[in-house]
């Protein structure tokens, strides 16, 4: 079987990351006998340059007939003055939107090298394994109305709207509750029901499901500034985390860094199972972090979980998926790190020479 991989390396350090992913890819089709087709086109502000939109059909079209695509980072100051919505982001939201993934699954796993590089004692994040299911494609950087108008007294007035709907939350929950009936079979809903009606919604309508049909799984609630403080209390409290568009975007990042670094933490975005096929899109959490972009010294892990991910999430290739894992913990045991993680004293090597050290574990 020949996998069909669209990639989009984006922005800033994008190019620079998924450079070192596809590189992985090319020796997993070389040495694993993977059959890879890799196509690389423009997203974000490197597609407003080309083309003067963020995203274009182009694109979407090749997005729907791909397997899966691979993301690596959209934005910049260079376009902070296009119009709102030609952004680049608005790139990054317009394919979500365009292949439905509505679940975004945002994993939480230090590596026991990068214990000190982590914002947490090592005694409170040793042994941390979280995974967040975000919902993606709804919620209030979707909802309608939205928008700027001015008041008669000539002051701005911006506004957002905060929907879901009984199925956009059921959706999304199943996708939670098949994963952590996989692993520890604890969820964790996150919302701000004491003050928000679409949070009301979004309780009873997890809670109904759980009943239903994950009564094996053990269900909790919790409001998000409680949670946003227990992230950073005691976060092996948690297995899977369940929660919205907004929340989930806030939450994801602040986990990132009980990690060690945002560098390190992949994505996966999945759309629904359709006649055995189910759109994704993986990309690394970072951003485009324009103020290295260009140096060389990103770290690219990230995006080399992305494949470790793809590899375990939608491909199923187990062995293949803790291979990789098991080189990248070999290289970061080895002490080979970017300066985002490197610790007091240890020499910081480039982008590429992390690649070029993952290959050599891969090899060994």
Not at 52 to 75: C, E, H, K, M, R
Not at 146 to 172: A, C, F, M, W
Not at 315 to 332: E, I, T
Request: with cysteine; net charge negative; aromatic share 4%.
């Amino acid at each position: 079987m020949t996998h069909n991989l669209l990639f989009l390396p984006g922005d800033g350090i994008g190019p620079e990351v998924m450079r070192e992913a596809r590189r992985v890819l090319e020796w997993l089709g070389a040495k694993r006998g993977l059959k890879l087709t890799i196509t690389e086109m423009l997203i974000g502000g490197a597609s407003i340059d080309m083309h003067g939109v963020p995203l274009t059909d182009a694109v979407i079209a090749a997005a729907q007939n791909a397997d899966v695509v691979f993301l690596g980072a959209v934005g910049g100051p260079k376009w902070a003055g296009v119009a709102h919505d030609k952004r680049p982001e608005a790139g990054l939201l317009g394919i979500r939107k365009a292949l439905d993934l509505f679940a975004n699954l945002r994993p939480a796993v230090i590596f026991d090298a990068l214990l000190d590089a982590s914002s947490l004692k090592p005694d409170i994040v040793r042994g941390l394994d979280i995974m967040i299911v975000r919902e993606l494609v709804g919620g209030v950087y979707f909802g309608q109305p939205r928008g700027i108008e001015i008041l008669p007294d000539g002051q701005k007035r911006g506004y957002n709207t905060q929907t879901y709907s009984t199925h956009e939350i059921q959706r999304v929950a199943r996708v939670a509750f098949e994963l952590a009936r996989a692993r520890r079979k604890a969820l964790c809903s996150v919302d701000k029901a004491n003050v928000m009606e679409s949070s009301i919604v979004w309780r009873e309508t997890v809670t109904e499901l759980h009943q239903a049909e994950y009564a094996d799984v053990t269900l909790s609630h919790m409001y998000v500034d409680n949670c946003a403080m227990q992230l950073c209390r005691a976060p092996k409290q948690f297995d899977v985390i369940l929660t919205d568009n907004l929340f989930g975007d806030i939450l994801s990042d602040e986990a990132s860094m009980l990690t060690g670094s945002i560098g390190m933490l992949p994505s996966a975005s999945l759309g629904a199972e359709i006649n055995g096929k189910r759109a994704a899109l993986y990309e690394p959490i970072h951003g485009s972090a324009p103020d290295i972009a260009g140096k060389g010294i990103a770290n690219p892990l990230a995006a080399i979980l992305c494949v470790e991910m793809w590899l375990r999430t939608s491909r199923r290739d187990l062995a293949a998926a803790d291979l990789l894992a098991k080189a990248v913990a070999q290289v970061l045991q080895n002490g080979a790190r970017t300066a985002d993680i490197a610790t007091s004293g240890q020499k910081a090597l480039t982008t590429q020479e992390v690649g070029d050290a993952v290959l050599k574990a891969l090899e060994n």
